[in-house]
């Protein structure tokens, strides 16, 4: 379903207008963008992803036609349900529906992080060590 078309869904369900709640909808839907099969919504449409939202934008957003607030868990928590009948997934959910296995050219770096990242790291934390022990 397009963004869009949540938005108008959500006016009548919150009587709202479409434009309250439309970014909201956009940034569900904006994994599409890069991945542009159904499979996008494991990205975005998921409970994590929704809480990642909600911290960023709030837990209330206005709503301009009643003046009062609207849920963004709420509104979220529909987007999902519009586009899997009824369900919003956990990532865990999403993750049990794919089989994970690294390529052998991927090896190198997945799950590898740069060598002088982690030189930087264990000195800053010697440093700290030094820092906490010498006082």
Request: proline share 2%.
């Amino acid at each position: 379903m397009h963004y869009y078309d949540h938005a108008l869904l959500s006016a009548e369900k919150f009587n709202c207008n479409v434009e309250d709640t439309l970014k909201l909808h956009q940034l569900m839907d904006s994994s599409k963008f890069f991945f542009p099969t159904s499979q996008h919504r494991m990205f975005s449409h998921n409970t994590w992803f929704i809480q990642i939202l909600t911290g960023f934008i709030g837990d209330v957003i206005p709503n301009t036609k009643t003046g009062n607030m609207l849920s963004v868990r709420d509104i979220l928590y529909e987007h999902c349900r519009e586009d899997h009948n009824g369900h919003v997934a956990s990532l865990q959910d999403w993750l049990r529906c794919i089989r994970f296995e690294v390529q052998e050219e991927n090896i190198h770096w997945f799950n590898n992080p740069r060598r002088r990242d982690k030189l930087l790291l264990q000195k800053i934390n010697e440093q700290q060590k030094m820092h906490h022990y010498g006082k």
